[in-house]
């Protein structure tokens, strides 16, 4: 009885497709047949087909994997971004070793003029060329400085009021006007 309750409801809403002419006869939305008085389907067609059954399988190890390593990857980039956090703060031999590699710039025409900017948000401003060095002020990002000398990973610069001291190289970026 229940399954003849269900195909009824099923038949049921199935009627609301039904298309009706104006003299209110109903139509076969498929075959554009005309039905019976009182015809819960086509007899044409046939009563319509219940829907697939959802598959109970779970995901796989591999794909269970991957969507957990996504979410992580996007929590890590959010915190990286939101906490504005930076590789050389964590990871300082590293940056050494990378900075060392490359050089900075170093105008040779009189015509052009090399301008060095802060690229982190703020960055220590210390009286020796090292971590040990004693922080006399900060700079912070988009400031322009002047550098004086370079030793290891280390430049002496000079801002624009005049003091002067030395700051990790990898804090500045450099820019030929």
């Known amino acids: 009885m229940a399954t003849n309750d269900f195909a009824g409801k099923q038949a049921r809403k199935s009627r609301s497709s039904l298309d009706k002419d104006r003299g ?26 219940l829907p697939d059954a959802e598959p109970d399988e779970g995901l796989t190890f591999g794909q269970a994997f991957l969507r957990i390593a996504a979410v992580s990857l996007l929590f890590l980039l959010l915190a990286v971004y939101k ?16 900075a060392s590699e490359s050089q900075l710039e170093v105008a040779t025409d009189a ?40 030793e290891d990973n280390w430049s002496r610069i000079r801002v624009k009021d005049g003091r002067t001291g030395w700051v990790y190289s990898a804090l500045l970026a450099a820019k030929v006007e």
């Open 24 to 49: 209110g006869a109903e139509y076969c939305v498929a075959c554009k047949t005309r039905l019976p008085p009182h015809a819960l389907f086509c007899p044409r067609c046939g009563p319509p087909l």
């Open 83 to 98: 906490y504005d956090l930076k590789f050389a703060d964590y990871f300082p031999q590293i940056v050494s070793k990378i």
């Open 111 to 150: 015509d052009f003029k090399v301008v060095y900017e802060v690229n982190s948000l703020l960055a220590n401003v210390r009286d020796k060329g090292s971590m040990s060095g004693k922080v006399l002020f900060t700079v912070k990002r988009g400031d322009t400085v002047a550098v004086l000398g370079k």
